[in-house]
């Protein structure tokens, strides 16, 4: 998902004092005799629709105000949730799922087996245009539906009683983790119908099936809470009735906060400065994370230097990542190998895939400075001028900015860098608009297994912001996901000739790997964390 402030499921998971991994959270609160907890956010959240989120902050809100299928564990193991039971057939292309009785949504009304039918319904009609809908990619007629090429009542999902069943085209190893993502979490047909446009744009439109309900949140407001769902299936075990949340978008004064003894978790891994001033305190842990941070490059052809593949090769080659990540994150973060990050998912022989893949990134300002020389004849230009677009709430998105302009321009002889920082909404926008020279994006898995990365550059996929064309690339992906998606082996090695195919166009210029650091309250217990998905899970959470 999308983060400095995504969208995503669970490849290891933690239970720690408090949490926070890319959404940098808070927690703490002193009403309730100090036992509500409160959670922090360094901006606002989006959106409420489970449908049409695409973010990490207003996943976590929907994550823990709903519940799905299934949910991840401290282990990073996905368990029975709304599910009875969870059933496989032998050769992987049907599942079989028993609700359990008597769930209800937070209005107290029945929450049914057509209600799980309809969310996957939605994500897939090309009239919700979710970004996400091509995770169900895989389930019977999913990509046909979203082509606009098949009814959406051909989905290959189906209700019958309270039993629903799942038929694929091809096995899905990551299927069951799926059953745990927020985006397919149920929604209410009726419900949702009734609202029309106003639909989860605020608190009061929006229906919960999980451990909390949203309170007060009005669109755009920074302050609201969540509180415990009575009709929540499992509420006897959630223990904590109130949740405070808050936008604190300056990170020193989230650490003062939380020094104050009004918050109980903050991150301090958003600037060297904090990060150093705080990594020997006490209450100083490190979360696990699998997210990259990487730059896409606008080969539409709107910059004609960024369609020139030599420069697009040379900017990498002029990218030192590991002096980028000593004065970015002091150390925090690891200089990325390749898309794929470290400790998302582990190849056939238990290795980590990241290091399997990594296709040979290096640093090189002799060579960059002859292949950008040599890009420029080819175009007929002596100069060339860059727009780098990042997030003007993030102190590291300035920081990398500031690196990116100063390292290049130096390496790059009539390179002409600028920089344009925006709110992270925009942002978003404008990747996805394509209204950007350079772009600098946060990913952060969606579940444990390489197509969560590797999925978003396949032709014509959504995520595609510098809409390039790799072949190769995209044969590889495809050949792991069809002929080869039962042998792990094999997939690996098409996961790794993928890695090559982005590394040889320059499709892509990964950056680093980011890591968590934060103090937390030790009174806090009962946080899971996920380094992919729903990275903080709020139901067992609770301050004693």
């Known amino acids: 998902m999308e983060t400095w402030k995504k969208v995503a499921i669970g490849a290891a998971a933690v239970v720690v004092v408090g949490a926070g991994t890319r959404a940098a959270g808070l927690w703490g609160g002193s009403a309730n005799g100090g036992k509500n907890l409160s959670f922090q956010l360094p901006t606002p959240i989006q959106t409420l629709d489970i449908s049409k989120n695409t973010d990490t902050y207003s996943g976590t809100i929907i994550g823990n105000s709903g519940a799905n299928l299934m949910r991840v564990d401290s282990k990073g193991k996905p368990q029975l949730e709304l599910a009875k039971s969870v059933k496989a057939s032998k050769d992987g292309m049907t599942y079989t799922v028993v609700l359990k009785d008597g769930l209800k949504w937070s209005d107290g009304s029945k929450l049914t087996a057509q209600d799980i039918v309809y969310t996957w319904q939605r994500i897939v009609n090309p009239k919700t245009a979710s970004q996400y809908a091509y995770l169900a990619s895989g389930v019977k007629n999913a990509d046909q539906i979203s082509a606009g090429k098949a009814a959406v009542n051909t989905l290959g999902v189906t209700a019958k009683g309270n039993t629903i069943t799942f038929q694929l085209e091809r096995p899905l190893p990551q299927f069951e983790y799926l059953l745990t993502f927020t985006n397919f979490m149920p929604q209410k047909e009726s419900y949702v119908d009734k609202q029309g446009k106003k639909y989860a744009t605020n608190s009061d439109t929006t229906l919960y099936s999980g451990p909390y309900k949203v309170q007060g949140w009005n669109g755009t407001n920074n302050t609201f809470k969540m509180v415990k769902n009575n009709n929540y299936w499992d509420a006897k075990n959630v223990k904590t009735k109130e949740i405070d949340v808050q936008v604190v978008q300056k990170p020193d004064t989230a650490v003062q906060l939380y020094k104050q003894g009004k918050i109980d978790r903050v991150s301090i891994a958003n600037t060297p400065e904090l990060y150093k001033a705080n990594k020997n305190n006490k209450d100083a842990v490190k979360a696990p994370e699998a997210t990259t941070a990487f730059l896409e490059y606008n080969q539409t052809g709107k910059n004609k230097f960024l369609s020139n593949a030599k420069i697009r090769e040379a900017l990498n080659l002029a990218t030192n990542r590991k002096e980028l990540t000593d004065q970015v994150t002091s150390g925090i973060s690891t200089p990325a190998s390749g898309l794929v990050p470290e400790d998302l998912a582990k190849t056939s022989s238990g290795g980590d895939l990241a290091k399997y893949v990594a296709p040979g990134y290096t640093f090189d300002a002799k060579k960059a400075a002859d292949l950008f020389k040599e890009g420029l004849q080819e175009l007929g230009e002596k100069s060339a001028s860059l727009t780098i677009t990042s997030d003007a709430d993030s102190p590291a998105a300035k920081s990398t900015l500031d690196y990116l302009q100063g390292s290049w321009e130096k390496a790059l002889p009539g390179l002409k860098i600028n920089e ?32 969560t990365y590797y999925d978003l550059f396949k032709d014509g996929t959504s995520y595609n912001n510098g809409q390039f064309k790799n072949e190769t690339y995209t044969s590889a992906v495809k050949k792991a996901e069809t002929t080869d998606v039962l042998d792990q082996s094999a997939r690996d090695k098409d996961y790794k000739a993928a890695e090559a195919a982005l590394f040889k166009d320059s499709n892509i210029n990964p950056l680093y790997f980011r890591s968590g650091y934060s103090l937390q309250n030790p009174k806090v217990t009962g946080m899971v964390i996920n380094t992919t998905g729903l990275n903080q899970d709020w139901k067992l959470a609770v301050k004693k």
């Not at 992270?424 to 390489?450: A, C, M």
């Open 420 to 451: 344009k920082l925006v709110p992270f909404q925009q942002r978003i926008k404008d990747s996805q608009t394509q209204n950007f020279d350079v772009v600098v994006t946060l990913w952060g898995g969606d579940y444990p297994e390489g197509s």
